[in-house]
């Protein structure tokens, strides 16, 4: 159900900043417990996007809260550079990934997911400087061809904030993006 896997997803975000408060309180030793309550349903249920923000999530609340004068510093290069490299890397292992037995055994919707960035990179290769312009994605040429799993059009957008900047904005739009957001990090 796509309503309770939208649902996993917000309470997986929304956990971080109820952890927090709790953290700054005297009710700091019930962070984890609020946390483990939150991953239950989390792993229990098929939202493997939820799944990965809480394992990600969990990490850096690890190092931030263990290095608390380190670690943002740290992050505001890291997330900028892992924004930037993602493409690269997604283009590295697209490939080997598709023709290895594993992909078969991914979610249906994780394979929707590698055919629609792949889709997207190759669409990228064809405008790579100044990129397709604001809100293309659905209009993009050949989009029809995206249908393996009976889809007949790229959907709204290439569910990856990275690529949909690359697509739409170019890699002039991609590195101004990432500036702005490195400067808001490192604020």
Not at 29 to 38: E, I, M, N, P, S
Not at 39 to 50: M, R, T, V
Not at 101 to 119: A, D, M, N, T
Request: one cysteine or more; charged letters at 15%; aromatic letters at 8%.
């Amino acid at each position: 159900d796509k309503t309770i896997n939208r649902g996993l997803c917000a309470l997986a975000l929304l956990v971080w900043p109820a952890m927090l408060v709790l953290h700054r309180t005297e009710c700091g030793k019930y962070t984890w417990v609020l946390l483990a309550v939150v991953a239950l349903p989390i792993f229990l249920l098929h939202s493997l996007s939820a799944k990965m923000a809480v394992v990600a999530g969990a990490l850096v609340w690890v190092l931030v809260t263990r290095w608390p004068c380190l670690m943002p510093k740290v992050l505001s290069y890291a997330v900028p550079l892992l924004l930037l490299i993602w493409p690269l890397l997604f283009a590295a292992v697209e490939k080997p990934l598709t023709a290895s037995g594993y992909y078969e055994k991914l979610p249906i919707s994780s394979r929707h997911r590698v055919e629609i960035w792949g889709f997207t990179l190759g669409k990228v290769a064809e405008k790579p400087w100044t990129g397709w312009g604001m809100n293309t994605a659905r209009s993009i040429p050949d989009h029809a061809d995206l249908n393996a799993h009976g889809r007949t059009n790229m959907p709204l957008h290439p569910h990856n904030s990275v690529m949909q900047l690359l697509l739409e904005q170019g890699i002039v739009g991609l590195l101004l993006s990432v500036m702005a957001i490195a400067l808001l990090m490192r604020q």
